[in-house]
């Protein structure tokens, strides 16, 4: 600015007509000139925006984050953040701001059309559609086939799962008195597994679930088998004798049904067969 004089621009923000108004001082106090000028687009300068979301799929109860990125924008530029169902052409406000961010959180398990509108300072507009795919939330339910078991009896466990994309399952079995778990089926497509008990008593069965969008569900069944197990009281009638001589091998059992059938064997006590 010279000594003599100051100037103020107005509306010289956005594209059309703004003033410069020329105010005098000191020996050109009292004078005052506005002079109007245009101002113009550049249209060489395309006004575009990239948006994407983050992640691109999730599960209910997560957010989303949406990103919008201009290019050759005059600022300050504005973004309308909006969503709506795939295939549905209603679109639902998610906010109105000048972050070139903004959070989703989604109310239902669906997929999502996202809609990211931006206008600049002198009014230019783009827009981009996205997509955000919405799963349901993993859950796991297991059955057997009776609601008691007598031993021997075979027990089908079958796993349900609900939510969760491509999901696998395992079967898992411990006894009551057992520190550890057995493996009946490692993961697998197949969503049921028959498994027969060795000993009565109570058990508890462990199905895993776990599907490709990374969730995981466990659920636990406990599982009762009665009876008893069958024993053998088989005798011999001398632990030593002389070679030539004889002794009697004497087949009993106990807890079993029915009518017993014995099978008898032997082998030199310092052979394997």
């Avoid at 103020?8 to 009292?30: C, D, F, L, P, Q």
């Amino acid at each position: 600015m010279g000594t003599d004089y100051t100037v103020e621009y107005k509306n010289n923000i956005k594209v059309g007509t703004a003033s410069a108004v020329i105010t005098g001082r000191n020996a050109y106090s009292g004078q005052v000139k506005t002079v109007n000028f245009k101002i113009v687009l550049n249209t060489s300068q395309v006004f575009s925006i990239t948006a994407s979301v983050s992640p691109a799929s999730i599960i209910i109860g997560s957010s989303a984050t949406i990103n919008v990125k201009p290019s050759g924008a005059i600022t300050p530029v504005t973004y309308l953040y909006q969503y709506a169902p795939s295939g549905s052409s209603s679109w639902t406000k998610i906010a109105s701001s000048s972050n070139t961010s903004c959070a989703f959180k989604p109310g239902e398990a669906k997929t999502y059309n996202i809609k990211v509108s931006a206008t600049d300072n002198p009014g230019r507009t783009a827009a981009q559609t996205i997509s955000l795919k919405v799963d349901s939330k993993l859950t796991g339910s297991v059955s057997m086939n009776k609601a008691s078991y007598s031993l021997g009896e075979s027990v089908v466990i079958t796993a349900s799962q609900q939510g969760g994309t491509g999901v696998t399952y395992a079967f898992y079995a411990k006894f009551s008195s057992a520190t550890s778990w057995t493996t009946l089926q490692d993961f697998s497509s197949v969503s049921h597994y028959n498994y027969v008990p060795k000993n009565p008593g109570e058990y508890t069965i462990l199905v895993k679930f776990k599907s490709t969008n990374g969730q995981n569900a466990e659920v636990y069944k406990t599982l009762n088998v009665t009876g008893t197990v069958l024993s053998n009281n088989s005798s011999v009638s001398s632990g030593s004798v002389y070679l030539g001589k004889s002794v009697t091998l004497k087949g009993a059992a106990a807890n079993g049904s029915g009518s017993y059938k014995y099978a008898y064997f032997y082998k030199p006590q310092s052979s394997s067969s």
